[in-house]
Nanobody, 123 residues
Framework: QVQLVESGGGLVQAGESLRLSCAASGGTGDTYVGAWFRQAPGKEREFVAASRWSGQGTLYSDFVKGRFTISRGNAKNTIDLQMNSLKPEDTAVYYC????????????????WGRGTQVTVSS
């Protein structure tokens, strides 16, 4: 069973930065895509960013382009999300996912999920 563990969430002020990390026990081969989604209270889980676990082939949602960067982490089988210029509307639980998806923006195409890490941005 593949396990994903997110870390790095917290409480910051608007304009500050956070770096999230996702450590995977598997599901990181060449056919897998690693992704970050987020879910705010009362809202649907939405796509944030995705890439191959090698760090290549990145894709971003429009609302994070230029502010967030997804990349391979320094440790093996990790994928990070650098979040800069955070806004209060970025407040959500951030989830890591991995899967052999051809449509990385669609949450239902991922096979494995982490439990999430809370990011809160105060104004």
């Amino acid at each position: 069973q593949v396990q994903l563990v997110e870390s790095g969430g917290g409480l910051v002020q608007a304009g500050e930065s956070l770096r999230l990390s996702c450590a995977a026990s598997g599901g990181t081969g060449d056919t897998y895509v690693g992704a970050w989604f987020r879910q705010a209270p009362g809202k649907e889980r939405e796509f944030v960013a995705a890439s191959r676990w090698s760090g290549q082939g990145t894709l971003y949602s429009d609302f994070v382009k230029g502010r967030f960067t997804i990349s391979r982490g320094n440790a093996k089988n990790t994928i990070d999300l650098q979040m800069n210029s955070l806004k209060p509307e970025d407040t959500a639980v951030y989830y890591c996912a991995t899967g052999r998806t051809l449509r990385p923006q669609l949450k239902n195409t991922y096979e494995y999920w982490g439990r999430g890490t809370q990011v809160t941005v105060s104004s």
